[in-house]
């Protein structure tokens, strides 16, 4: 299968495009700049430079595709912009008869809000007043994208990523020169988790199955949670910092992502366990936090 991957250089892109070539697909990867081309040449990924917004750059490579991933950007208007220069290029460039555009998207497990009880699968209510602002603009794009007549959409939530480069966990391993650690929220807080090795193979599985999940929202997340003292302690244990200098503090106002961070999701991958056969494999972030750490220590030497 042919796959363009907006992103493809990024922090899931580029994990995501590696299992995809693995398999033996051809990925293209778009990039603002040419840069980017030697990293994504020494992954066999044909590079693409041209500017995500504007169709004229990348549009020739839509006309035989297979499948779109966009991970591109995460910004609300960014995000519709290009599902619908993808949507309106495709009806243009593709010819009559030629199979409907798969279109993967990546949403967020903050829409089920903050609830330290009830589990939640995709089949879950959503509700507005429950999420965290970073959040509440979400169901709305993801609606409009399954929707869609002209390509068939899947959406893809993805939790709290770690491992590589460590994601959202930089914030917490950037702390290990302090000697104490201040995390968001309050005890007896979990998280949703999912290793990006193991995300990648869920896209994977995406791409080649796509016909089972189509029009589908598709949770990205471990079978289990986890508990929030639990990593910081572990962690702390692991770089020699005393439990009694862990502690938890109100997010800041003006950072809707540390908002994010003080709710509890209890998740279950329900569709890509039962339609997809998918089944992550990597350690909890607690399990592997030493390996972990060592990754994003050597991912911020060399930057």
């Known amino acids: 299968m042919k796959v363009i991957i907006f992103g493809a250089s990024g922090y899931v892109g580029l994990p ?45 490579h839509l006309v035989d595709a297979d499948a779109v991933i966009s991970l591109a950007s995460g910004n609300p208007e960014d995000r519709r912009t290009i599902f619908k220069a993808i949507e309106s290029t495709a009806a243009t460039v593709r010819l009559p008869g030629t199979p409907k ?13 903050d609830d330290r009880s009830a589990i939640r699968t995709e089949s879950s209510p959503l509700e507005i007043s429950k999420m965290p602002l970073v959040a509440r603009w979400r169901p709305a794009i993801d609606k409009e994208m399954v929707e869609s007549t ?14 590589r480069a460590g994601s959202l966990w930089a914030m917490l391993f950037s702390q290990a020169e302090k000697g104490e650690i201040s ?23 995406v ?13 990205a997340a471990n079978d289990r949670t986890e508990s929030v003292d639990g990593i910081l302690k572990a ?44 089944a992550p494999r990597k350690a909890s972030m607690m399990d592997g ?9 050597a991912v911020a030497s060399s930057n």
Do not use: Q
């Open 16 to 60: 995501v495009a590696n299992a995809l070539v693995r398999n033996g697909h051809v990925v293209v990867g778009v990039t603002r700049t040419a840069s980017k081309n030697k990293l994504l040449l020494a992954n066999e990924i044909i590079p693409a430079v041209g500017d995500i917004f504007d169709p004229a750059t990348w549009s020739a």
């Open 235 to 278: 962690f702390a244990a692991h770089i020699g910092i005393p439990l009694d200098k862990i502690s938890y503090r109100a997010p800041n106002p003006k950072n809707p992502v540390e908002e994010a961070l003080t709710i509890t999701t209890k998740l279950r991958p329900t569709l890509a366990r039962t339609l997809l056969g998918w």
């Open 207 to 219: 791409v080649e199955k796509s016909h089972l999940v189509r029009g589908l929202v598709v949770n």
């Open 289 to 297: 936090i030493a390996t972990y750490y060592a990754s994003y220590k």
């Open 183 to 205: 995390w968001m929220g309050t005890p007896g807080g979990s998280y949703a988790t999912i290793h990006v090795d193991d995300l990648a193979e869920l896209f994977l599985l």
């Open 150 to 163: 002209i390509l068939d959409c899947i959406i893809v939530r993805c939790c709290m990523c770690y491992g």
């Open 101 to 113: 555009l798969v279109f993967i998207a990546t949403s967020g497990t903050w829409v089920y809000g």
